[in-house]
């Protein structure tokens, strides 16, 4: 499978720790490729319509994306604890918390490409506000809500808001996000002691 990717994203983050943590690592063949909307990376263009990363191609060359699809599909090819729980209660608990990691995620990258990319006459100083408002509020809601719900053993959602809080610390290392929130500061901590959290760790990559 062809997996098209840059270390940086925190989506693709996801999506390379779920084939660590399920050892599965050694079906995708990573295509690295530096994209951006402005600058559409041409050899990703050519697979994915939306030209937006991560996009996996299977071996029988279908297209997956977005991560979500990417992650659940990856969740199918090993024998062991799936990372989406089959049915239940706890199923909607794991998949709304990555949808809540996701739109941390979202709001990180939408407000780096405004900060990073975006020409400093163009910047729209409320939407950057309004951005990190969301963010923001989400991580008090997480605080809010205890850690136990993220489980001992990772799951989907637990990996989602991991790859989230790793590229907080990546791409605002000067906004303390640990402030005020000591459950989600120790759960992170213990996490990131995890194989799969080293080997992407985006500083390293
Ligand atoms: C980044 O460099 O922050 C980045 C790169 C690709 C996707 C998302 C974010």
Redesign the pocket.
Known sequence: MKFYY?P?????RKCMLVAHERDLTSKLELVTVS??VVAPDPKLAEVNPLKR?PALVTDDGALLVDSRVICAYLDTLHDGKRLIPRSGPKRFEVMTLEAIADGIADS??NN??ET?LRPAEKQWKEWSDGQMGKITSALDYLESQGTRSLGREPHLGSLALGSALG?LD??YPDWNWRRGRPKLKRWFEKLCERPSFVATD?NKN
């Open positions: 840059s940086a994203s925190p989506f693709v994209t951006t990363i990180a990258v780096r490409y990073a590229y990546f791409r985006p």
